[in-house]
């Protein structure tokens, strides 16, 4: 039994299909649900922690089915969601605290202090919430969501808004959680954090996974080097041998080819004889960035992103 499956699970406000047709398992892994604002990965989540009812299809968690059973559910799992959660007026301790009470959990003073040793906030675990970073706020509501022993963990969007030395905190400590046997369901936006520290991802593009996979085979399968060129003035495309052209946005463009190396003179020829100042040119390996504009054609724009809402968290967030 995986710790998460999902079969055709989709989801539809009125008539915009926000998930469509999901099928997925996940166990024991980081999984991450990768996509642009407004791809579904929300929607997801609320659906498989029985927040949200799907329109179509169905999922378990540890076996139990998310819309007959819960309870259950409710039981193995626990929901970091994107928006914080924790009450800066009180300090870090008495947030757990309260939380441990509400699940009724048994000596629930060590409990607490466990968690918030896991989090690494013991000793900053009596001053107030609102003297804490983002990053601390965040790894509080992750000591809360362990206080119940969770099977399986859902975070929407764990390091938005956070610096990058906080956001490789959060991620060793979801790593720490996942070899300790979790199964860990995040979603992200930030491509390269998935590339580095999630197992497998699924990168979904409005309501649909386009692609699934660890981001190495992912990144294998595209079997192309990279050459991004940094110059002045547009290039009229004409074909280079061995050489796609993937685009122009502002004063870079990017090509793939199968091999890098053979293709950079051809390049660096075709832009000159095209009578453009080339400022560099360089060759890297894919990303999952690649991958998604691989998958989906171009960078899609976020669908109804809501400015003024993002703003409010971050607000919050610090
Ligand atoms: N409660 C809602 N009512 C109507 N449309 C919604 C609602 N929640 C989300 N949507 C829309 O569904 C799509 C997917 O949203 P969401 O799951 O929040 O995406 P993500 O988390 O990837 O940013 C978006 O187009 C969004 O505008
Ligand atoms: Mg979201």
């Known amino acids: 039994m995986n710790a998460?499956?999902?079969?055709?699970l989709t989801k539809y406000y009125d008539s915009?299909?926000?998930?469509?047709?999901?099928?997925?398992?996940?166990n024991n892994e980081i999984f991450g649900m990768l996509g642009p604002n407004g791809s579904g990965k929300t929607t997801t989540v609320l659906m498989l922690t029985t927040l949200l009812h799907p329109t179509e299809g169905s999922a378990t968690v540890c076996g139990h089915d998310v819309t007959r059973e819960g309870e259950q559910v409710r039981k193995k799992l626990s929901y970091?969601?994107?928006?914080?959660?924790?009450?800066?007026?009180?300090?870090g301790r008495e947030n757990v605290l309260f939380f441990a009470k509400l699940y009724g959990i048994q000596n629930p003073k060590d409990k607490v202090d466990e968690v918030l040793g896991v989090m690494e906030l013991s000793d900053r675990a009596d001053d107030l919430v609102k003297t804490y970073s983002g990053g601390m706020r965040r790894r509080l509501e992750l000591a809360q969501a362990l206080v119940h022993q969770p099977a399986v963990m859902f975070l929407d969007e764990p390091t938005i808004g956070l610096d990058v030395a906080a956001r490789k905190k959060i991620?060793?400590?979801i790593g720490m959680l996942r070899n300790n046997g979790m199964t860990i369901f995040v979603t992200?936006?930030?491509?390269?954090?998935?590339?580095k520290y999630c197992d497998r991802?699924?990168?979904i593009s409005k309501g649909k996974i386009v692609a699934l996979d660890s981001p190495s085979a992912l990144k294998s399968k595209l079997m192309k080097d990279v050459i991004t060129a940094k110059v002045s003035g547009s290039f009229t495309a004409q074909p280079i041998e061995g050489v796609r052209l993937v685009g122009q946005k502002d004063d870079e463009i990017t090509f793939t080819a199968e091999n890098g190396k053979e293709a950079l003179p051809l390049i660096a020829k075709a832009l000159s004889d095209n009578g453009m100042k080339v400022h560099s040119l360089s060759l890297r390996e894919p990303t999952l960035d690649d991958v998604f504009i691989d998958a989906v054609g171009s960078?899609?724009?976020?669908?109804?992103f809501n400015d003024h809402q993002f703003r409010m968290?971050?607000?919050?967030?610090?």
Request: charged share 25%; aromatic share 4%.
């Open 4 to 8: 998460i499956e999902t079969t055709n």
């Open 201 to 203: 991802v699924g990168i």
């Open 16 to 26: 915009l299909c926000a998930v469509d047709h999901l099928t997925l398992s996940v």
């Open 188 to 195: 992200t936006h930030y491509m390269d954090e998935a590339d």
């Open 171 to 173: 991620w060793e400590h």
């Open 313 to 318: 968290m971050l607000h919050r967030r610090h």
């Open 299 to 304: 960078h899609e724009e976020p669908r109804h």
């Open 80 to 91: 970091v969601p994107q928006d914080m959660a924790v009450d800066i007026k009180l300090t």
